[in-house]
C-alpha cells in the first residue's frame, strides 16, 4: 500500500493539473516566488511587496508584523490542525494526533515572516506573471476563514518561531490532502503549471524540476 501510494505520488507530479481561468492581464515584470522545504512538508515563499502587504492585512490586523522593515518575505503554509499546532518535536507526537491527520483533520493556515535570504541560499523558485500572481494571492486568502467581522481568526497555539501564527482555513486534511498537495493545487489555482497530485515534498521537487526547469 504504502509502495503504491508513493509510486502515485510520482505519477501525479508528472502529470499536468488542470489549471483554473485567469482572467487577468496584468503585465509587468515577472515576479520570483520561493518553495521552502521543512522536514516533511513545503511552504510557499512570496515577497513583501506592498501588494503582498495589501493584500494580507488580515494578518498584520491579527498581529503578524508584515510591517516590520526588516521583514522581506511572508512563508506560509497549510496543513493538519492537530498535527501542525502539536508542541514538541515529531519524534514525540501521539499516535492519536497522528492518525487524526491521516483520516482527517481541520485544516489550519501557518503563516510567519523572515528578512533577507542568506547569500547563497537555494530553495525551489518560479517566475510567475504578475496576473498569476495576484491569482496566487487571491488563491491563498480564500483559504482563510473570517469571522462575523470578516476578520482572520487566529489560533492561540505555540509557533515555531518568535513571529510566527496559525489561523483556522477551509478544507479538510488528510493523507490524500495534505499539506504538499496543498501546494501544487493552490498554484493551479492562480494558472501556474504543476503537478496534478503532490502528497511529498519528493513530489512536490520533481514535479517543480519538470514543470519549471531552470
Not at 42 to 69: C, I, K, M, V, W
Not at 77 to 104: I, N, Q
Request: aromatic share 12%.
Amino acid at each position: 500500500m504504502i509502495s503504491l501510494y508513493l509510486v502515485s505520488a510520482v505519477a501525479g507530479a508528472l502529470i499536468p493539473g488542470s489549471l483554473s481561468p485567469n482572467p487577468s492581464a496584468e503585465g509587468g515584470p515577472p515576479i520570483e516566488i520561493r518553495l521552502v522545504a521543512g522536514p516533511i512538508h513545503y511552504d510557499l515563499l512570496l515577497p513583501l511587496t506592498p501588494r503582498t502587504r495589501a493584500r494580507f492585512f488580515h494578518l498584520e490586523q491579527a498581529g503578524l508584523p508584515l510591517a516590520d522593515p526588516q521583514a522581506e518575505w511572508l512563508v506560509i503554509g497549510w496543513g493538519s490542525r492537530a498535527f501542525y499546532t502539536h508542541e514538541g518535536s515529531y519524534s514525540d507526537m501521539p499516535a492519536a494526533t497522528l492518525w487524526r491527520a491521516v483520516t482527517g483533520d481541520e485544516a489550519v493556515l501557518r503563516a510567519d515572516v523572515i528578512g533577507a535570504l542568506p547569500q547563497g541560499y537555494e530553495s525551489p523558485a518560479l517566475k510567475v506573471t504578475p496576473a498569476e500572481y495576484s491569482g496566487l494571492l487571491m488563491a491563498i486568502l480564500r483559504q482563510l476563514k473570517l469571522d462575523a467581522d470578516y476578520e482572520a481568526i487566529a489560533l492561540p497555539a505555540p509557533g515555531f518561531t518568535d513571529t510566527d501564527m496559525f489561523f483556522e482555513a477551509t478544507g479538510s486534511f488528510h493523507i490524500f490532502r495534505t499539506c504538499n498537495t496543498w501546494v501544487s493545487r493552490i498554484l493551479r489555482r492562480a494558472g501556474i503549471r504543476f503537478g496534478a497530485w503532490t502528497p511529498t515534498p519528493y513530489a512536490v521537487t520533481l514535479s517543480h524540476r519538470w514543470f519549471h526547469p531552470e
